[in-house]
């Protein structure tokens, strides 16, 4: 474990103690005993070296932070979990939103509310007491505002369209440090380029969208080994084309090629590949899917 600061001159303590003074959540730097955790995120092949990194506790935190960035011409990066960090912030300031991960549904106005370092399982679990679902992507821990931010499709995107598309309002730090409400009201062309343009516009600290009803799911993994890919792949394509548009499944193939089902949002038993099927290739590798209610 390296904790030393590759990149430079670390900041002084006293440039370290205004920040900390300034926000509520924990700021680490290089030589200290938190820094190697703070530092990374989900995708270990990125190995930053920030000078600082800030992790955000509630709104306030984000402004001083950016603030502080701003004011010392230090590089910006923002981080919830890191699923999707392909570049390093070396010298510069991470400013992480992961404890920034409140979860609200409102289930009488199909809507959530969540922090900007929520991610979609914590939002799938709240939701799911409802009969209610978000138009999440297929892995619980990615951000919740990194991916509506770059578009977001999921399992239900077929029938509602992408996350981006179901985003109702976002609370926002801008470069200058002001907290406004981007909505179709307020702000419009920036929540016009909320919805796909990534995080090039501001630090997210909140977002409102839509939730949509899910009572029941078909769900699970169905595993073939390759040498039963090419039966697989037309059995697989013969049922798609007799199920709906709207209707999504995964089909990744991999060194032991498996097909699955995960949380398709709706209730369908493929027929051929399924757990109970009626014509399949080969018995599967391992099996393990069935429908479930959600509430
Ligand atoms: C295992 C895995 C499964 C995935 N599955 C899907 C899927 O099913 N559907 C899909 O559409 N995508 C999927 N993705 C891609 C994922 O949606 C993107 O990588 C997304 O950017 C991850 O967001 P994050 O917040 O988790 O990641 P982070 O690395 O924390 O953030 C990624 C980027 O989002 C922006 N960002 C994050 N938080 C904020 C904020 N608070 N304010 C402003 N900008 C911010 C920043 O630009 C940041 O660099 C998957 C990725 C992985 C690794």
Same mark, same amino acid.
């Given at each position: 474990?390296?904790?030393?600061?590759? *990149?430079?001159?670390?900041?002084?303590?006293?440039?370290? #103690?205004?920040l900390r003074a300034a926000v509520n959540g924990p700021v680490h730097r290089a030589g200290e005993h938190?820094?190697?955790?703070?530092?990374?995120?989900?995708?270990? *092949?990125?190995?930053?070296?920030?000078? =600082?990194?800030?992790?955000?506790?509630n709104a306030q935190d984000v402004q001083?932070?950016?603030?502080?960035?701003?004011?010392?011409? =230090?590089? =910006?990066?923002? #981080?919830?979990?890191?699923?999707? *960090?392909?570049?390093?912030?070396?010298?510069g300031l991470l400013l992480k939103?992961?404890?920034?991960a409140t979860v609200q549904i409102h289930a009488d106005r199909h809507t959530a509310r969540v922090g900007g370092g929520a991610v979609w399982g914590a939002v799938v679990a709240a939701a799911a007491p409802s009969g209610l679902a978000p138009l999440s992507g297929t892995a619980a821990s990615v951000g919740v505002t990194g991916s509506t931010l770059g578009g977001g499709v999921g399992w239900l995107s077929r029938r509602y369209g992408f996350a981006a598309d179901s985003l109702l309002a976002a609370r926002i730090v801008t470069a200058d440090g002001q907290l406004l409400t981007a909505s179709p009201k307020e702000h419009p062309e920036l929540f016009w380029a909320l919805r796909g343009g990534g995080g090039n516009f501001g630090v997210v600290t909140a977002l409102t969208f839509r939730l949509y009803p899910v009572d029941r799911v078909y769900g699970g993994t169905v595993v073939f080994n390759m040498d039963c890919a090419e039966k697989a792949l037309a059995c697989y394509r013969d049922w798609a084309l007799t199920e709906p548009d709207w209707r999504r499944c995964g089909r990744p193939l991999g060194r032991r090629w498996w097909t699955?089902?995960?949380?398709?949002? =709706?209730?369908?038993?493929p027929p051929s590949l399924g757990r109970r099927p009626h014509r399949r290739p080969r018995t599967p590798a391992s099996s393990c899917s069935g429908s479930y209610p959600t509430r």
């Open positions: 474990m390296r904790t030393s600061d590759p *990149t430079g001159t670390p900041p002084s303590a006293s440039t370290v #103690q205004t938190s820094y190697d955790t703070a530092r990374l995120g989900w995708r270990r *092949t990125i190995d930053p070296y920030p000078a =600082l990194v800030v992790e955000a506790a001083a932070a950016v603030r502080f960035a701003r004011d010392r011409a =230090l590089p =910006l990066a923002v #981080q919830a979990t890191g699923h999707g *960090t392909i570049s390093s912030c070396d010298g939103t992961t404890r920034m699955g089902w995960g949380r398709c949002g =709706l209730p369908i038993r």
